[in-house]
C-alpha cells in the first residue's frame, strides 16, 4: 500500500530561521513525489516535484530513497511562506492517483 | 494562466438529495480527477477519467457517485443520494498537458450535507 506520513500538524518558527517540512513515504515501486501549498483560502498549488531538482521561492526538497523521505527545506523563512504543505506520492505503477499526507501547517512569525 | 474553475463554491443540501459538482478543467488536459477531503483528514483520491471513460477509481467511489463530461469542456461529479458522511471539500483537478503527472487543482466545492 501506498502511504505518505507527515509527522508534524504545526511547524511554528521564526521569519529567518531555517524551515524543515518532514515527509515520509511508503512505496515499493518509484515514486514520484510532489510538494503541494495552499494559502490560506487559495486552491492547492503545486511547489515543486522532486524530478525537476528546481528551487522555488528558496524551497527545495530531496529524494531520499535509502530514508525514504522526501523533507521540504528553506533556509531563511519568510512570513508569506505561512501556509497548509502536503506531500505526495504518485505512485507510477497505479496509474495517476495523487497519496497526499495529512499536511502541516506552517506558521512563520515575526 | 489557466486555472481549473469549481461551481458551486458551496453547496448545502438535505439527507438523500442528489447532488452535481461542477468543474471545468484547463482546456488542453486529457486526464480529470475528484478528490476529496473531510474536515481535518487527508485529502482523498476518487476517480480518475481519460479518454470519456473512468481510469481508475477508489473504494470510496462507489455506486452512489458517478462522474460525466457531459459536453467537451464540463467534467461533473454526481452523488445520487447523499449521506451525512459526505460532507467534504470536494477537489477537481485536470493534467496532462505537457507534463502528464503534474495535475492541477480547483478551488474546491464545499459540500455540507444536514
Known amino acids: 500500500a501506498q502511504r505518505v506520513t507527515q509527522p508534524e500538524k504545526l511547524l511554528s518558527v521564526f521569519k529567518g530561521a531555517p524551515v524543515e517540512l518532514k515527509c515520509n513515504y511508503s512505496?515499493?515501486?518509484?515514486?514520484?513525489l510532489f510538494w503541494y501549498v495552499q494559502y490560506s483560502r487559495q486552491r492547492l498549488q503545486l511547489l515543486l516535484r522532486?524530478?525537476s531538482r528546481e528551487s522555488i521561492k528558496g524551497f527545495t526538497a530531496d529524494l531520499n530513497k535509502g530514508e525514504t523521505s522526501f523533507h521540504l527545506k528553506k533556509p531563511f523563512a519568510q512570513e508569506e511562506d505561512s501556509a497548509m504543505y502536503y506531500c505526495?506520492?504518485?505512485?507510477?505503477?497505479?496509474?495517476?492517483?495523487?497519496?497526499f499526507g495529512a499536511g502541516t501547517i506552517l506558521r512563520v512569525k515575526s | 494562466e489557466p486555472e481549473v474553475t469549481q461551481t458551486p463554491s458551496h453547496q448545502v443540501t438535505q439527507m438523500g438529495q442528489e447532488v452535481i459538482l461542477r468543474c471545468v478543467p484547463i482546456s488542453n488536459h486529457l486526464y480529470f480527477y475528484w478528490y476529496r477531503q473531510i474536515l481535518g483528514q487527508k485529502v482523498e483520491f476518487l476517480v480518475s477519467f481519460y479518454n470519456n471513460e473512468i481510469s481508475e477509481k477508489s473504494e470510496i467511489f462507489d455506486d452512489q457517485f458517478s462522474v460525466e463530461r457531459p459536453d467537451g469542456s464540463n467534467f461533473t461529479l454526481k452523488i445520487r443520494s447523499t449521506k451525512l458522511e459526505d460532507s467534504a471539500m470536494y477537489f477537481c483537478a485536470s493534467g496532462g498537458g505537457p507534463n502528464r503527472a503534474e495535475q492541477f487543482f480547483g478551488p474546491g466545492t464545499r459540500l455540507t450535507v444536514l
Open positions: 522532486h524530478i
Open positions: 512505496y515499493s515501486g518509484s515514486p514520484e
Open positions: 505526495a506520492l504518485l505512485p507510477l505503477e497505479y496509474g495517476n492517483k495523487l497519496v
